[in-house]
């Protein structure tokens, strides 16, 4: 707040004073809606139209680069003010950014040709790099520029994706999606690590945080990003045991940082234990895949939609309630209804990860529901909160 012009900045509408309002409702109206119809399309029960490339590459798609993109996005680009000392992305760079990102899902929607489909996506990517990019350097804040890397491998991953869809190619396609979703979950490394503890210590009112160690935190982050080249290439489509070996790794590392962050009081607060839950997934995911590469599992699927459901679903709801709160002036304290969201988030990664096999059809379709009612709960109770001025009557 010191950084800016107050009144220029209250001069602009609410909703494009900072990048978390725009892309955290657009982002949860978008994935609250996408799901539901994804079943649907995969089902049989939406027998109309095809959107580029086929329903499979657009859920495979639009669940990274469309929803966890666009929540990526509003956090880094509003944290970067508080990283780098420097003005947020507001007004008309952040509706021009927000513009882009809807016209790349509508492309992908309703089938355009590559040729136009392509560059709206990337352009997306890439606009959010440039800008928080351009915070850190003004800086040189070389703490944040493992972000700058795994976002620009991002684009790598679109790219191959994008080759995929012109090439008819599935298995270039599932390489970028599944190195896209290792991405994700670097930077759910990173950030976890760094916010989970204090948010842990904040709100439990603990004098100390647990001190970090930094050669887990870089082990893991290493170890994520490492997992995604090795999707990228290929490698990783085919169980081997060495693979499984680093998948463990990987998985005990994360087990290892949650035994730490442990306190007995987050079960009293419901904005704590989401976030340690969330993270508890990512160790379903590893240690699943893990077992998977041993030859002990016949099928990854449920793990990556552990990693993918469970762990990035449920780390950007609990994210965006707890966010959304600090940044529009209001104390910590969760709207009715929000407690259920996070319950039925669960449930819904639970149905999707654990009775898949048992129950396909049933499971998927409690997946998705719970999904959709969970997200519609954060856009019934939250949206007021993002389309309006800060309570305290600060910029933001």
Request: charged share 10%.
């Amino acid at each position: 707040m010191q950084v800016l012009d107050r009144r220029k900045a209250l001069s602009i509408p609410p909703v494009w004073r900072l990048a978390f309002r725009p892309f955290f409702l657009a982002g949860s109206i978008f994935a609250m809606l996408a799901i539901p119809l994804w079943i649907a399309a995969w089902t049989g029960l939406w027998p109309g139209f095809q959107p580029t490339g086929g329903w499979l590459a657009w859920h495979r798609h639009e669940m990274l680069f469309g929803f966890a993109m666009a929540i990526v996005a509003g956090f880094v680009l509003t944290a970067g003010q508080t990283w780098t000392g420097q003005p947020g992305v507001s007004g008309n760079r952040l509706m021009v950014l927000a513009g882009v990102w809807l016209a790349a899902r509508l492309s992908w929607l309703l089938g355009l040709p590559l040729v136009l489909l392509a560059p709206l996506n990337l352009l997306f990517l890439l606009g959010v790099l440039v800008l928080i990019g351009r915070m850190l350097w003004v800086v040189r804040q070389t703490r944040n520029y493992p972000i700058v890397v795994v976002l620009s491998l991002m684009i790598g991953a679109e790219l191959l994706v994008l080759s995929g869809i012109a090439l008819g190619d599935d298995g270039l396609q599932r390489q970028g999606v599944l190195a896209a979703l290792w991405l994700v979950a670097a930077l759910m490394t990173l950030i976890g690590g760094r916010v989970i503890p204090f948010f842990t210590q904040r709100g439990l009112g603990r004098t100390a945080q647990v001190k970090a160690w930094p050669w887990l935190d870089w082990s893991l982050l290493v170890g994520s990003a490492l997992i995604a080249v090795l999707y990228a290439s290929g490698v990783a489509l085919v169980a081997h045991a060495l693979l499984g070996v680093l998948f463990l790794a990987v998985g005990l590392g994360h087990l290892l940082r949650l035994i730490r962050w442990y306190d007995a009081g987050i079960r009293n607060v419901p904005l704590l234990w989401s976030l340690h839950l969330a993270m508890l997934w990512l160790v379903v995911a590893t240690v699943g895949l893990a077992l998977w590469n041993f030859g002990l599992l016949n099928n990854s699927s449920p793990s990556l939609h552990a990693l993918s459901v469970g762990a990035m679903g449920g780390l950007i709801l609990a994210m965006i309630a707890r966010v959304t709160l600090g940044h529009t002036g209001r104390p910590l304290e969760l709207p009715p209804g929000i407690v259920w969201a996070f319950v039925l988030f669960n449930l819904g990664a639970l149905s999707r990860v654990f009775l898949s096999t048992l129950w396909p059809l049933g499971s998927l379709w409690l997946a998705a529901a719970c999904w959709a009612a969970a997200l519609g709960l954060y856009v019934w109770r939250y949206a007021p909160m993002l389309v309006t001025a800060r309570v305290d009557g600060h910029p933001g």
